[in-house]
């Protein structure tokens, strides 16, 4: 008999080469497997962090969004009076989704100014401190109605001003409305609100106001977002429009692990109060809270 038919005859020692090679091959498998599932894994968590971040870029740009913010805008406006004078109006405008059902949130927006009103003509002087605050409370329903995201209440102003000049000192309330639509990156609607006063100091006028913003955004892929609105309003005594036309670029970063979005812009008054300003200028941070 000879050597390699020894070899072929002999099960035992085939059998033991046979096993011999497949526990590499065993381990190669295992180990591409597990590369590839670990890869996997990561584009889906880097994919889910994108639509993240996507997703919050769009909440943005939803007043009334299931999205715990904290913005604060800065606001300078210049050409006030015979001095040109300029005014710095800091608003703190948090914004706090509360679940009430299943179905239905109730989201409160309030509205803080901080401001610097420079003198506007002789002998009246440098005012700073609180404006009177605005507080609205949206009923939403938490899924859109035919498309549209929906929300209303009532609206309350509060006499917090520091000084006659910064604010009208009375108690107010009226209604509150906004109605929006979210697709393919653009968001357009309008948000308004109507303020009667009822109380508050006597010495001062009484307030009448209705408040009209309609929008119109698009949300790139970067997370970038173009802006146009105004925030118009209308005093029925005396009878006089304040139109200002706001022209913004936003853009959501993560600073840390904190999502935060920077806007800028500039404004245009197309329709102005004698003496009231002719343009400004916006910088805005908001701070995300996510759930």
Known sequence: MTTSQSRVDNPRESNQRYHSMKLPLRFTL???LTLNATTLVAQQAANSSADSEAELAQKLQNPIANLISVPIQNNWDFGIGPEDAMRYTANLQPVVPISVSRDWNVVTRTIVPVIYAEEPADGVGNK???GDTLQSFFLSPKAPVG????????AFQWPTSTEDAL??????????FVALRQEHGWTYGALMNHVWS??????????NNTF??????????????????????????????TVPVNFMVQQLVKVGKMPVAFQVGYR????????????????TVTFLFPK
């Not at 009209?212 to 005093?235: I, W």
């Open 147 to 154: 498309g549209w995201i929906l929300g209303g209440g009532p």
């Open 212 to 241: 009209l913003q309609p929008f119109l955004s698009f949300t790139t892929r970067k997370n970038t977002t173009f802006t146009v609105n105004t925030e118009s309003t209308y005093e029925w005594d005396p009878d006089q429009w």
């Open 167 to 176: 604010g009208n000192g009375k108690v107010g309330a009226g209604p509150t």
């Open 128 to 130: 700073f401190g609180l």
């Open 30 to 32: 295992a180990l591409g």
């Open 198 to 207: 009822f109380a508050g100091q006597q010495n001062t006028p009484n307030v």
């Open 268 to 283: 245009y008054y197309a329709k102005r109060p004698h003496d009231g300003p002719d343009w400004g200028l916006r910088f």
